[in-house]
C-alpha cells in the first residue's frame, strides 16, 4: 500500500492512516496505541475560543455516549497550544457544563495537519479546516469529510455515515441514497450469468431490476 509523506497531502479512502505522535490534553499519544477493535473518528478544527468551533466540539461532547456504543473514540485537533486547549475546556464547561470529555490534539508544529492535509493554502496554512477522518480498527481510512472554516459540520450525519459503514462491514451489503438504521440495503450485484438468473428467480428481496435489489437486515 502506498505511504503517505509528511507534506500537506490528503490521505485517501482505503489509505492506512498515517502514524504520528502528539501532544493531547490526555497526554502524549501515538495513532497506532489506540484499540485495535476500536473505530476512531479523528476530527479538526481552525482554533479554541471560536464560535463555529465550540458549537462542532460541543456537539461531539453532547453525543460521546452515541459514539461510544459504536465502538468509536473521539479525537479533536487544532494547531493551538494544550494550554489553549486546557483553557477553552475549562471555559465552555464553565459557561455551558459541557465538557469535551476526549483527547484534543495540541498541533503547534501542524506536524499533524500537514500528514493528514487539514491546511488548504487558500482557506488558511496556519489553521485547520473542518475535516473528519472515520478510521476502522485496521486503521484503515474508511471515510473523510471537509468542510470550509465557515460552514459547521452535521453530527446527525457524521454518526449515519459511522453506523453506514460498520453495517456494510457486518452484512456485506451497500447502502442506498439517505440509507438509516431500519431502511432496506442493497445487495451487491450478481457478477456472473448464473447469478442475475438465480436473482431474477429470487423472492427474498425487493427488485428494482437485477442489478438494483433490496432487502431488510433481520
Sequence with gaps: MESIS????????????????AVTTAGRLRLSDYAKDKWL????HPADFTPVCTTEMSGFAQRKSEFDALNTELLGLSIDSVHAHLGWVANVKE??????????I???DMKVSKLYGMLQPNESMTAAVRAVFFIDPSKKIRLVMYYPMNVGRNMDEILRALTALQTSDKYKVAMPLDWKPGD??????PKTLAEMEARMNDDSCEKVDFYLAKKELV
Design 6 to 21: 509528511e507534506t500537506n497531502t490528503m490521505p485517501r479512502i482505503g489509505d492506512i492512516a498515517p502514524d504520528f505522535e
Design 41 to 44: 473518528i479523528m476530527f479538526s
Design 95 to 104: 459557561k455551558t457544563g459541557v465538557y469535551f470529555d476526549f483527547p484534543i
Design 106 to 108: 495540541a498541533d503547534i
Design 184 to 189: 432496506k440495503v442493497i445487495v451487491p450485484p
